[in-house]
């Protein structure tokens, strides 16, 4: 009986805000905020769009292929198809047609047509050439690889030789056209992914159109340089590239002082402050004088440091 007394309904914690009028201002404030988050989503990119550069390469892609009538895109086999082969080392990767031929409408349709692309070696810096490979992950966690006999699977469960391709854009042979390059071990000339020759007229006296349409095309490394078969045409989340150009335009810009104090402090605490408020906190105008002095003495991004910790608006500060 005791202890049911002694019993609280809800749990309270230190400095927790117990009156009426300061949760309804912290209400008001999260609503402020999602219109402010809504607001910032409105008019960003949606959709699949073609890559423009190497760094849209990371991240979710599908990869298409295009002959004189069909569009093709590479696919692994069909999740319940995985499954079955999940004991075996065999997982190939198919071109399926399209019904829709026109590249730049073609979207993903399940998770069986888009890969994970990331940098084979992080860590590898602009010199080396590992910092030009990039390795695609499939849905099933394997990885796209190519032997030195040109033939092309999806097993491997982690990074290696044959499974570090350089893409090679083409911007003249249209939006996101790159080809993928390979040397494995053993290899005396570099290989590119191509698909089978969908054009050669003795495969279409052989089938009709109907028959063809439905039947995949397969893949493989034969080729020794790039030509019709080798090109593909790679799409890219917009939404993620926009995310990532305004990360990459906005490091640029905190790395540039353009040396007017004022803006310069902005921009700065705009970037690295820690708390949620749309409230720039920064030191009284009166101390800017205090920068002047800083800038000649060649300690202008110090003494900015050193601002910004006052007001303890750095989350890197201590």
């Known amino acids: 009986m005791e202890y049911r007394e002694a019993r609280s309904k809800k749990l309270s914690f230190k400095g927790e805000s117990t009156s009426s009028k300061r949760s309804a201002d912290s209400g008001a404030t999260k609503r402020k905020a999602k219109k402010k988050r809504h607001r910032d989503t409105e ?34 086999p069909s999740r319940e198809e995985s499954l079955a082969r999940a004991e075996s080392s065999e997982q190939t990767l198919l071109l399926h047609a399209l019904s829709n031929e026109s590249l730049a409408d073609c979207v993903p349709s399940s998770v069986e047509q888009v890969f994970s692309v990331r940098r084979s070696v992080p860590t590898a810096g602009p010199a080396d050439a590992e910092a030009a490979m990039y390795s695609l992950k499939s849905f099933t966690g394997t990885y796209l690889a190519a032997d030195r006999h040109g033939r092309v699977s999806c097993a491997s469960a982690a990074i290696g030789a044959l499974e570090m391709w350089t893409p090679v854009l083409l911007p003249d042979r249209g939006d996101g056209a790159v080809a993928f390059m390979i040397r494995p071990p053993g290899a005396t000339t570099d290989q590119f992914l191509s698909a089978a020759d969908t054009n050669n007229p003795a495969t279409e006296r052989e089938r009709s159109e109907a028959t063809r349409s439905s039947s995949p095309v397969h893949v493989h490394s034969h080729a020794t340089a790039i030509g ?79 601002r910004r910790e006052k007001t303890k608006s750095d989350r890197y500060c201590k």
């Open 228 to 306: 019709y078969s080798q090109v593909f045409f790679a799409k890219c989340q917009a939404e993620l590239r926009s995310k990532r150009r305004q990360a990459a335009s906005a490091a640029q810009d905190i790395a540039t002082l353009s040396g007017n104090i004022a803006a310069d402090e902005a921009t700065q605490s705009k970037h690295f402050q820690s708390f949620q408020s749309e409230r720039l906190r920064t030191l009284a105008k009166g101390n800017v004088s205090d920068l002047d002095s800083a800038k000649q003495a060649g300690k202008y991004s110090e003494s900015l440091l050193d």
């Open 43 to 76: 008019g960003a990119a949606t959709g699949w769009g073609f890559i423009e550069s190497l760094d849209d390469l990371e991240g979710p892609i599908a990869l298409y292929h295009k002959d004189e009538q069909l569009a093709f895109v590479l696919a692994m």
